[in-house]
Every structure is written in structure tokens, then in C-alpha cells.
Nanobody, 115 residues
Framework: QVQLVESGGGLVQAGGSLRLSCVVS????????MGWYCQAPGKQRELVAR???????DYAESVKGRFTISRDDAKNTVYLQMNSLKREDTGVYYC?????????WGQGIQVTVSS
């Protein structure tokens, strides 16, 4: 059974940085892509960044040039480096694993950016 556990969130001032981590436990076989999503207050969950099994990445327009997704296969971990944070980046960030037949989610972690 695959589980995703996020860490690294918290409170940061605008312009600051945070790095989120998502540890993947269990079999990683058949995971096609890993991603980070954000759910801001009163809004739907939206894709922030994604990295596929081949290492290709894509980002939401709002975070391009500021956020970087990466992975360390030896540690079974996916990271989201967030720089130049803005108040509008505030939300609950979820780690996601996309498989052929389903999509798995972590429990979510709060990121709050203050002015």
C-alpha cells in the first residue's frame, strides 16, 4: 500500500522560501507522475507542479520561475522548493501520486505566507 507523507510547511513572510517534502512509502511501481497541488481558502485544489517518471516537469503559470519540483529516488522523496513566496501562495499543499488506475493523496500541509 502506497502512502504519501508531506512535511515542511509553515508560516513564512512574503518573499521568503520553504521546501516541502513528500515521502513515498510502499511500492512505487506503476507511479507515472508525482505532483503538488494547492487548495487555497474557498477555492478548488489546483495543480502547482508535476514531475513524471521520465523527469519532465510542468508548472502552473503563477509559480513558474519561483517554484521547483524535484525528486530523490534513493530517498523515495519528492520536493517542492518554493522561493519568492507571495500571499496568494497560501493554502494547503497536497502531494499526489498518479497511477494508471487511480490517484493517491497525502494528508496535506498548511503553507501560510504573511505580508
Amino acid at each position: 500500500q502506497v502512502q504519501l507523507v508531506e512535511s515542511g510547511g509553515g508560516l513564512v513572510q512574503a518573499g521568503g522560501s520553504l521546501r516541502l517534502s513528500c515521502v513515498v512509502s510502499g511500492s512505487r511501481f506503476s507511479i507515472n507522475a508525482m505532483g503538488w497541488y494547492c487548495q487555497a481558502p474557498g477555492k478548488q485544489r489546483e495543480l502547482v507542479a508535476r514531475i513524471n517518471s521520465g523527469g519532465s516537469t510542468d508548472y502552473a503559470e503563477s509559480v513558474k520561475g519561483r517554484f521547483t519540483i524535484s525528486r530523490d529516488d534513493a530517498k523515495n522523496t519528492v520536493y517542492l522548493q518554493m522561493n519568492s513566496l507571495k500571499r496568494e501562495d497560501t493554502g494547503v499543499y497536497y502531494c499526489n501520486a498518479l497511477r494508471l488506475w487511480d490517484s493517491l493523496w497525502g494528508q496535506g500541509i498548511q503553507v501560510t505566507v504573511s505580508s
